[in-house]
């Protein structure tokens, strides 16, 4: 892993953006940060996600008569390990290489001498996965745990590789999770 590339994921979570676009910033605003190299997608006519690689944005609306509400943006880490060029261009331009594998404990090491403190937070998807929390920033970390049995993991991921990083959960939704999981 690069310092380079470890410096992206600590920026995302302590910052609670990817290079400076928030989770709510409308589909143009991702765009002036990000460009319009992506896949957009759409299910319906109110929610849409556009597809950089590694990083997705998502939006919903009540209508086609209203604009577009940013929601959410998830990083796909577990896509590293796939291989190929899932990094979209403008966050290789700024951090550079990319290695396969996101360590969740060295991860959270360097973020904790940063003064970012991470929180645990009971998941449905235990044991196979683990969920942390970055209270200022909102952002959560899935963590791979174990297989389920006769499970085999694509790319190779190992125990301890962060599945994805997102945004936003908030307090509420922590002491949801905390009353019904935990």
């Known amino acids: ?9 600590m920026d995302v979570i302590a910052s609670g ?3 400076g676009a928030k989770p709510t910033d409308s589909p143009e605003q991702v765009t002036a940060i990000l460009g319009s190299d992506c896949a957009e997608n759409s299910l319906d006519d109110q929610s849409m996600w556009r597809d950089y ?3 997705e944005f998502f939006w919903g609306r009540e209508s086609r008569d209203h604009p577009w509400v940013g929601h959410h943006f998830t990083l ?9 060029s899932t ?3 403008a966050i290789r331009a700024r951090y550079g290489r990319f290695d396969r594998h996101l360590q969740f404990g ?3 090491r360097l973020l904790a001498r940063r003064g ?3 929180e ?8 196979t996965h683990t969920l942390h929390w970055q209270p200022a920033s909102q952002v959560s970390v899935r963590v791979w745990r174990s297989p389920e049995r006769g499970e085999r993991r694509r790319g190779g991921a190992r125990i301890g590789d962060v599945y994805a990083i997102s945004s936003s959960m908030s307090a509420e939704q922590v002491a949801w999770y905390r009353a019904r999981y935990g």
């Not at 892993?1 to 994921?9: C, E, G």
């Not at 645990?120 to 044991?127: G, I, K, L, Q, T």
């Open 1 to 9: 892993m690069t310092p380079h590339s470890l410096a992206f994921y």
């Open 17 to 19: 953006t990817v290079l």
């Open 53 to 55: 690689g590694m990083v």
């Open 76 to 84: 796909h880490v577990h896509r590293l390990s796939w291989g190929g």
């Open 87 to 89: 990094v979209h261009r």
């Open 106 to 108: 060295k991860l959270e």
């Open 116 to 118: 970012v403190r991470m």
């Open 120 to 127: 645990d937070v009971p998941d449905s998807n235990a044991p």
